[in-house]
């Protein structure tokens, strides 16, 4: 073991053993002994140091009371303690503080009483770097009864309060059902009837199941119609004397007033109609006959009419030569000769043959005039697309010229001629609620037979129309001969 030099004493340096105690080495150079351990040469082992237990160091040697402080010492997390605090770690640790305060560690790291918070609240974190705080609880308090394994529920009360209710027994399902209850007891069922749910939770109402009873009531005079998005909208009632008018597709109903000062009246003549047309006319009367402008007494020009047996009549100015013709009275004495001869004012028409008819005219042929006459229809289209016959095994031949004035009370169609059953070629309407006023005329074949069907077509309807007006232009030739 090496020894130890002291130097610095009386009667000078000393060597003592290494493991030597300081108060034998106090000993052995007496009260002479002024060293410091700057003055050892080598230095003392701090276990060998000895240390009288005091306070709360229980060491002792210098050494296990260095330990045992380092074992004691507040940690950096623990933040500074004050002056008058023992150790942490200490059985009798203490801070001086306020009473039932608690404590944190504030920005800076210090160690900081919490102010007192209010009866019943609780303390509530606000996150990092921001002190906590006191808060007070939402709702009323929530006592447990002790109820273990899940038998009860903690329910809203609806009064800002909640309390712990009993689950009734558990319920078995199966797909598409719901859970109904009479107030005690839930049970599975399955909607059947009106109302239905799929396994999604999907609900369905059965067609035709909602009656008007179920329907919201309104304003009595209101009706429904289905707006823009498909949704069912109330109109509201309109003023007395209007009518529903529609606006067409992608707009909606309306209340509107009726144009005009009112209704037709016999003492107020036909003051309510517009400015119209002879066609125009034509389409609103069902018995009329004939086609063409409208006919009044004074000097009227009619074209190729069919007079019938007129009940009397002035043919002063009447010329032209007519075939068949049996004149009656002759107010002047002709003296007819030939084929026609008379006796004083009494004439007789002989007989003659074809050939010398033949003779008698210029360009060697006999022919008669056409004639033109119309056949005008209304048809009951309720059975919708299909043929409807208007004439049916013609007596005899014709030429079916045009359609013309063709009128549908409601909705649209396309309305063709067929004869037999061939289409008519270049006739092809396509009718409305306005009459039609241009005639649709035949590009093609169009020889009625005698004996033949003549039929009018409807096709492509469209908003279920019922009837259907119109008139076929037509010409007849009579026989001829050459």
Known sequence: MANVKISGVAGGAKAVPES?????????????????????????????????????????????????????????????????????????????GTAHRLLYIDASGNVTELAYGSSGEYLKSQGASTIPAWGAPEGTTILSTGEVGGTKFLREDGDNSSSWQTIGTEVSMIDAQVIVSNGI??????????????????????????????????????????????APTRLGFGTSGQFLKTQGVGANPIWATASGAGDALVANGLD??????????????SDETGSGALVFATSPTLVTPALGTPASGVATNLTGTAAGLTAGGVTTNANLTGH????????????????????????????????????????????????????????????IDSLQACELDIGTATITVKINTTAVTGISVAATTTKQTIADASSGASTVAATNEVSITVASVASSPTKLTGVLHCTRTLASAS
Do not use: C, R, W
Not at 193 to 221: K, P, R, S
Not at 272 to 285: C, E, H
């Open 20 to 96: 030597t105690d300081l108060a034998e080495i106090e000993s052995s150079v007496g009260n002479s002994f002024y060293a410091t351990l700057a003055n050892i040469s080598k230095g003392l082992v701090a276990g060998n140091i000895p240390n009288t237990p005091a306070g709360n160091i229980a060491a002792t040697n210098i050494q296990a009371a260095i330990d045992e402080l380092d074992s004691e010492k507040a940690t950096s997390a623990q933040g500074t303690l004050a002056d008058s605090a023992t150790q942490p770690g200490d059985a009798a640790t203490t801070l001086d």
């Open 185 to 230: 007891t839930p049970t599975a069922t399955t909607l059947t009837g009106d109302v239905t749910v799929n396994g999604t939770g999907v609900m369905a109402i059965a067609a035709n199941a909602v009656v008007l009873a179920d329907m919201e009531h309104g304003t009595q005079g209101d009706i429904l119609y289905y707006g823009a998005s498909g």
């Open 272 to 285: 309510q109609f517009a400015a119209t047309t002879s066609l125009g006319l034509l389409g609103v009367i």
């Open 340 to 399: 026609v001869t008379s006796t004083g004012n009494a004439a007789i028409l002989g007989s003659f043959t074809l050939a010398q008819l033949q003779t008698a005219i210029s360009d060697n042929s006999v022919a008669i005039a056409s004639q033109t006459f119309d056949v005008q229809f209304t048809l009951d289209i309720t059975g919708g697309n299909g043929d409807y016959v208007i004439h049916d095994d013609a007596i005899f031949g014709y030429e």
